[in-house]
């Protein structure tokens, strides 16, 4: 892994717990990021996201009032004058499968499981800089990509009309005809 | 035949986080994150003041759980919000075992669809669990005494599990 110098980052935390926050916010300074602005719930976090520009969100999942499902809904949706291609850490220790699912399936860049580690941290913020995933909107969905790699051997429903090329392009028959 | 497939719309994502930073050239990162771990650490006297709150606050949750049943009213609400912090936090500062016992009880909350005295019970083993760990100051995984209360935990609920298919 890189090392990056990240001063010129701006990065908002939100999240109810306060202690939490402060643990978010100490790994972020210690990592050299020298803007960190905090956001106690939803609310906060949109008012901070219009006034300031920031290049990523940390957000809690689990929040009182606004959910962290709904601050990532409105945060893609693109209302509001806010970036939807925001880069958005989801962080939550509710780790059961349907959790991650759904916030997959909300838009979000990374998740990070709590306890959260000054490592772990770094590597979701270095997978954000050297992976960028480009974006996909669809009837039910807007966010990043949510196919990570190319599988040549995933044998699932084919849903995209890339995926039909890519099987004319692996079907020898079909290129010896064209 | 008509192409069924949805629609869909690629959008490039410019990447601004890429353009604010710079590659160390020779650094290792491995410093940077030593760094923010002692960033993180200059709060761990506030983290067991924390759990030692958290744990009087538990135990008054759990008198009025014993009394509610597992329902979801105040008490349970609030126990199921100081397990979830906890479990959250403790890892981070070397209390993995909290973390350990917390999202145990968590999980046994979400996913349990009875509240009776035997769901009562099993959340109070978690309560007594924590409270051991801040009384003797249980700190890492814990060690025999960690592996032995989280086996513990574990058969009682796979017992309370099987009880409730049966």
Partial sequence: MKAYSLENVSALVVDDNRFMRTIIVNVLRGLSIQYVAEARDGHEALEELRATAIDLVVMDWEMEGMSGLQLLQTIRSGKRGINPLMPAIVVSANTIARNIIRARDAGMTEFLAKPVSAASLYARIVSIIENPRRFVRTGSYFGPDRRRRFDPDYVGPKRRTEDKSRDDLNDLDAIKRA | ?166
């Fill in chain 2, 1 to 166: 035949m008509a192409d069924n497939k949805p629609k869909v719309e690629f959008v490039d994502n410019p990447n601004p986080l890429r353009s604010k930073v710079k590659v160390k050239a020779g650094a290792d990162p491995s410093e940077l994150i030593a760094q923010a771990n002692e960033s993180v650490k200059k709060l761990s006297g506030e983290f067991e003041t924390i759990f030692a709150e958290s744990v009087t606050a538990l135990t008054s949750a759990m008198t009025e759980v014993r009394q509610t049943g597992m329902t979801r009213e105040q008490g349970l609400i609030r126990m199921r919000r100081l397990l979830h912090d906890l479990r959250g936090q403790a890892g981070t500062f070397g209390y993995p075992l909290v973390s350990q016992v917390g999202d145990s009880a968590c999980k046994f909350i979400d996913l349990s669809e009875a509240s009776g005295e035997t769901e009562v019970s099993v959340l109070s083993m978690h309560i007594d669990a924590l409270k051991a760990i801040n009384q003797a100051k249980i700190k890492g995984d814990g060690g025999s005494i960690g592996q032995e209360l989280m086996n513990g935990l574990r058969k009682v609920i796979l017992k309370h599990n099987a009880g409730a298919t049966e």
